[in-house]
T-cell receptor
Framework: DGGITQSPKYLFRKEGQNVTLSCEQNLNHDAMYWYRQDPGQGLRLIYYSQIVNDFQKGDIAEGYSVSREKKESFPLTVTSAQKNPTAFYLCASKAGQSTDTQYFGPGTRLTVL | QQQVKQSPQSLIVQKGGISIINCAYENTAFDYFPWYQQFPGKGPALLIAIRPDVSEKKEGRFTISFNKSAKQFSLHIMDSQPGDSATYFC????????????FGSGTQLTVLP
């Protein structure tokens, strides 16, 4: 099956702990994205990467970090500096700059206790 | 700063009726306008998209109407079905090198049987 996988589906962490969310794609897409979804606010861009070993901050990057060491993987770390980390996190990918469609993974719901 | 405003926040339609969701944007540099459909607990999936050089695009029961001068676009779902019950997001893509998507806040559609 081709697509984007995010794991785990549900994640619980204690306040003050860093946590890493996994995103893997086997679509051979160059670009990958992380969004945060909160009720009533739509999707907000956290970080994006257009090629391996390069990534850029999105609109709400504070308290988050990413890496892009492999084309198929784009993990997101939610650090203790993120003031309100409880949210639904979505990873997406796109073939390249000249293409239009972003494909989304199934998401990870993070709850910080 | 929200650059894409979506309304209504929620919509209830009878089976067979027409569902209409509206979006307005501010940035005239946007060059691609997709609509995404999201079911609970899932990632969004591209439904239909339009470019600003056309005023309407139809795919099956789904139609986008685009008014460039008013900076508005809307999604029409004809013959709405209970299976269409989902959250719908409009989005707009910037024309810069990053070509990021800016999402509206979402509309929760419920189609009554």
């Amino acid at each position: 099956d081709g697509g984007i996988t995010q794991s785990p589906k549900y994640l619980f962490r204690k306040e003050g702990q860093n946590v890493t969310l996994s995103c893997e794609q086997n679509l051979n897409h160059d670009a990958m994205y992380w969004y945060r979804q909160d009720p009533g606010q739509g999707l907000r861009l956290i970080y994006y990467s257009q090629i391996v070993n390069d990534f850029q901050k999105g609109d709400i990057a504070e308290g988050y970090s990413v890496s892009r060491e492999k084309k198929e993987s784009f993990p997101l770390t939610v650090t203790s500096a993120q003031k309100n980390p409880t949210a639904f996190y979505l990873c997406a990918s796109k073939a390249g700059q000249s293409t239009d469609t972003q494909y989304f993974g199934p998401g990870t719901r993070l709850t910080v206790l | 700063q929200q650059q894409v405003k979506q309304s209504p926040q929620s919509l209830i339609v009878q089976k067979g009726g027409i569902s209409i969701i509206n979006c307005a944007y501010e940035n005239t540099a946007f060059d691609y306008f997709p609509w995404y459909q999201q079911f609970p607990g899932k990632g969004p999936a591209l439904l239909i998209a339009i470019r600003p050089d056309v005023s309407e695009k139809k795919e099956g029961r789904f139609t986008i109407s685009f008014n460039k001068s008013a900076k508005q676009f809307s999604l029409h779902i004809m013959d709405s079905q209970p299976g269409d019950s989902a959250t719908y997001f409009c989005a707009a893509r910037g024309a810069g090198s990053a070509r990021q998507l800016t999402f509206g806040s979402g509309t929760q559609l419920t189609v009554l049987p």
